[in-house]
């Protein structure tokens, strides 16, 4: 579908981003409430996508792709419409954030909610880039190496950043989930 | 069929049909997993916590419709119609959208208005001015364990806590003096009215004309504060001033009052310093003696010399007379000693202290 897109296929570029929308969305909600600017970079993109698509690359991933400009283009707007000076305190990664407020999660079992709502909690707590990571992976279901791409940093250090953010969350969560967390990191480090 | 019941937390949280499952439930998915775990019921645990865990990164729910996003993806198409033929990379229109970042400026009634050039809606300044840090600005962090003393280009004096850091330019501009905080610092301000005083954090800004303050905001902490000693001082939230067409609503502070600024709610109040210091000296009783005064008249000159407004009611507190000499105690303990010889008892509303009293019309 990306090559049709890319060969002038108006209609193609629209399933792209019918298909990407609510992911891409539910990406963006994690750099900033703001559901204008979500909405205006999400269109600034697909615009952007179409006058440029005789530049484009074919992408490996194209979420992959579609998150990395979003991301860029998520922070470029955060950083100009939050109060400008604020850039020079903050680094990429502090916009990213998870949620905690249980009305946010409709239709759940409320002891799960509660229980999401508490891990939202500790994962905030992490360092940012560690929260993105983990989200990124357990939520996008992204590999390694799209990660690596979407959060612009070596695949080395996309393993290395992922193996502290788990170790950072186990520690971070209540006891309840000690075991079971212990039992899979084991294996995730084999 | 896969084997569930050898799953790992992160297995489930991997597998498709069990994602499936939480994030797009249909009558299939739900009567295999439900099933599943009813054959399983030690694995309830887990099951319930590998949701939970999804649901916390997935947070807020995934409430766009196929309208919301049909709508979307026709408002795109529309925009890219509206220059039909262009394969080149020029969209005008976007580029005034967030034209020169916030402009922070200030309206004769002392009020201020955050300007955009946004093409829906444009607010008119009274003073724009643009102060991009340009690469001009110092910076000093304070790696020592005590707090340092910095001077600014206009004679301001900062003293920054360990652990924090300033940047400031080494001159001023012309409308206005920011200066960027990251931690607690003690500001000491020259007056100059034409020209206010930012101080801005990541969390809170505060203006002021001349004045000294504390501003205490660490990106660690949930609890941010700005604690005024003397002058006034205007706090907003910082991210108020990033919000396009609307009015920040700011709070003014007296000296002894606070701001306080919790993460948690988002919510900046006002309040009155933990120990609020004399900041006038009394009009009359400069020694602060009473024999048989008016209860009512001690409160007033507390209220006049803290500069913090003491509320009673005047027709119960007639027949109350206190005999005293107030020294150098806080303000509170004097308080708690003046009610106590009155069987009264105060209570701190915001930024006012509250008298309550019976009266005083029994003989003790």
Sequence with gaps: MWQSFIADDEAALRKIMEGFYATLTNYASKYTKDKEIVKDCIQELFIDLWYKRHQLPIPDSVKAYLLTSLRRRLLRQLRKSVFLTQSIFLTDDEFFQFETSPDLILIERESIARQATQIAHQLNQLPQRQREIIYLKYYQNLKRDEI?????????????????????????????????LLVFLTLYIN | MFNYELYTLEEFLEDNWFREWVFNPTPTTESFWNEWIRHHPEKQLLTDQARAMLRALEMPHQSISKTEIAEA?????????????????????????????????????????????????????????????????????????????ITLSDGSKVLLSPSSSLSYPSEFSVHERKIYLKGNAFFEITRDPAKPFFVITNKLITKVLGTSFWVMVNPDSIVSRVVVRTGKVSVYKTEDLGKTNKKPGGILLLPNQQAVFLDETNQLTKSIVAEPIQIHKPVRNQQMQYSEAPASQIFGDLAQAYGIQIVYDEEILKDCHITATLGNEPLFETLKLLCNSIHASYEVMDTQIVIYSKGCNEVK
């Design chain 1, 148 to 180: 690596a791409e979407v959060m612009g940093i070596t695949k080395q250090s996309a393993s290395n950043l992922l193996q502290n953010a788990l170790s950072a969350l186990r520690q971070a969560l209540p006891s309840n989930l000690y075991f079971s």
């Design chain 2, 73 to 149: 993806v026709d408002a795109a198409f529309a925009k890219i119609h509206q220059k039909p033929g262009q394969a080149v990379y020029t969209l005008p229109a976007w580029s005034f959208r967030w034209v020169a970042a916030a402009i922070l400026f200030l309206t004769g009634l002392g009020g201020y208005v955050l300007f955009y050039a946004h093409t829906q809606q444009t607010v008119e300044p009274l003073i724009a001015t643009m102060s991009v840090p340009s690469g001009e600005l110092m910076k000093w962090t304070n790696h020592t364990q005590k707090p340092e003393r």
